[in-house]
């Protein structure tokens, strides 16, 4: 198996639990080969356990993620196949915005007398 950490954006999501109640997350990211002309390949991700189950609140199709793992090739034909088992998921959640009374506020914090 080979060792891999990338950055890349979901654009397949897959929640389910196996029958022994193990909770699952499969998902597909785009991962550049070496040539920038070759493009990407699709490799599946799967992730287990506690980490599948927390992920399931916060990951959707486009999402961004930082994954590392092991990666495993499989040729079947004159076709390859990738697989990714994550050791580690974390996702690009996006920043909260601040409403504009709020960030008006934050401004005029220098203001305050006390």
Sequence with gaps: MINVSTVSRINY????ELPSGTPVMNFQVGVRNRKKEDGYT???VS???QQADWLRG?????SVVQLRGSM??????????ATI??????????????SEPAAKMAAHDDDVPF
């Design 13 to 16: 999501l897959e929640y389910k």
């Design 58 to 62: 916060h990951l959707q199709n486009g």
């Design 42 to 44: 699709n490799a599946r």
């Design 85 to 98: 088992y994550a050791d580690k998921v974390n996702p690009f959640l996006p920043e909260p915005r601040v």
């Design 72 to 81: 495993e090739l499989i040729s079947r034909g004159d076709k390859t196949y």
């Design 47 to 49: 992730v287990f356990g």
